[in-house]
Protein backbone atom coordinates (compact mmCIF):
# COMPACT_ATOMS: atom_id res chain seq x y z
CA UNK A 1 0.00 0.00 0.00
CA UNK A 2 2.93 2.39 0.56
CA UNK A 3 3.58 2.11 -3.51
CA UNK A 4 0.10 3.20 -3.93
CA UNK A 5 -0.17 6.11 -1.43
CA UNK A 6 2.85 7.93 -2.94
CA UNK A 7 1.55 7.38 -6.56
CA UNK A 8 -1.62 9.65 -5.26
CA UNK A 9 -3.94 6.58 -6.46
CA UNK A 10 -7.50 6.55 -4.84
CA UNK A 11 -8.70 3.25 -3.10
CA UNK A 12 -11.43 1.97 -1.82
CA UNK A 13 -11.67 -1.40 0.16
CA UNK A 14 -10.69 -4.01 1.12
CA UNK A 15 -14.74 -5.60 0.81
CA UNK A 16 -15.11 -8.65 2.32
CA UNK A 17 -16.85 -11.12 0.01
CA UNK A 18 -18.47 -14.74 1.72
CA UNK A 19 -15.44 -17.19 2.57
CA UNK A 20 -16.11 -20.12 0.31
CA UNK A 21 -15.43 -23.48 2.36
CA UNK A 22 -14.15 -27.04 0.75
CA UNK A 23 -14.85 -30.34 3.08
CA UNK A 24 -12.88 -33.21 1.76
CA UNK A 25 -13.01 -36.91 3.35
CA UNK A 26 -10.58 -39.38 2.54
CA UNK A 27 -10.09 -42.95 4.65
CA UNK A 28 -7.50 -43.54 7.15
CA UNK A 29 -6.80 -46.99 5.61
CA UNK A 30 -7.20 -48.14 2.36
CA UNK A 31 -8.73 -51.53 2.82
CA UNK A 32 -10.55 -52.37 6.55
CA UNK A 33 -12.29 -49.73 9.16
CA UNK A 34 -14.29 -47.80 6.55
CA UNK A 35 -15.73 -45.75 9.69
CA UNK A 36 -12.19 -44.32 10.38
CA UNK A 37 -11.70 -41.53 8.23
CA UNK A 38 -9.88 -38.11 8.29
CA UNK A 39 -11.45 -34.47 7.29
CA UNK A 40 -9.60 -31.29 6.07
CA UNK A 41 -11.43 -28.08 5.36
CA UNK A 42 -10.10 -25.36 2.63
CA UNK A 43 -10.96 -22.08 3.54
CA UNK A 44 -10.67 -19.83 0.48
CA UNK A 45 -11.21 -15.71 1.66
CA UNK A 46 -11.23 -12.69 -1.05
CA UNK A 47 -10.76 -9.26 -0.90
CA UNK A 48 -12.05 -6.52 -3.19
CA UNK A 49 -10.12 -2.88 -3.67
CA UNK A 50 -11.36 -0.80 -5.95
CA UNK A 51 -8.79 1.38 -7.25
CA UNK A 52 -9.36 4.61 -9.24
CA UNK A 53 -7.28 7.43 -11.36
CA UNK A 54 -4.58 4.61 -12.26
CA UNK A 55 -2.31 3.57 -15.06
CA UNK A 56 -2.18 -0.02 -16.20
CA UNK A 57 1.60 -0.11 -16.02
CA UNK A 58 1.41 0.95 -12.21
CA UNK A 59 -0.21 -2.02 -11.06
CA UNK A 60 2.59 -4.37 -12.39
CA UNK A 61 5.14 -2.09 -10.05
CA UNK A 62 3.23 -3.70 -6.83
CA UNK A 63 4.95 -6.83 -5.02
CA UNK A 64 2.73 -8.95 -4.19
CA UNK A 65 2.47 -12.08 -1.75
CA UNK A 66 2.36 -15.68 -2.73
CA UNK A 67 -0.81 -16.79 -3.46
CA UNK A 68 -2.48 -13.30 -3.82
CA UNK A 69 -3.95 -12.45 -6.99
CA UNK A 70 -4.51 -9.24 -9.02
CA UNK A 71 -7.68 -8.94 -11.80
CA UNK A 72 -7.71 -5.77 -13.61
CA UNK A 73 -11.62 -4.94 -14.85
CA UNK A 74 -12.68 -1.63 -16.43
CA UNK A 75 -16.16 -0.43 -14.88
Known amino acids: ?3 ISKQNIKVNGPITLPT ?8 RSPHVH ?6 FKWFIHKRVFMVY ?3 SNCLKQIDLPSGVKLEQKKC
Open 34 to 39: KKSREQ
Open 53 to 55: NVK
Open 1 to 3: MNY
Open 20 to 27: KKKIYTIL
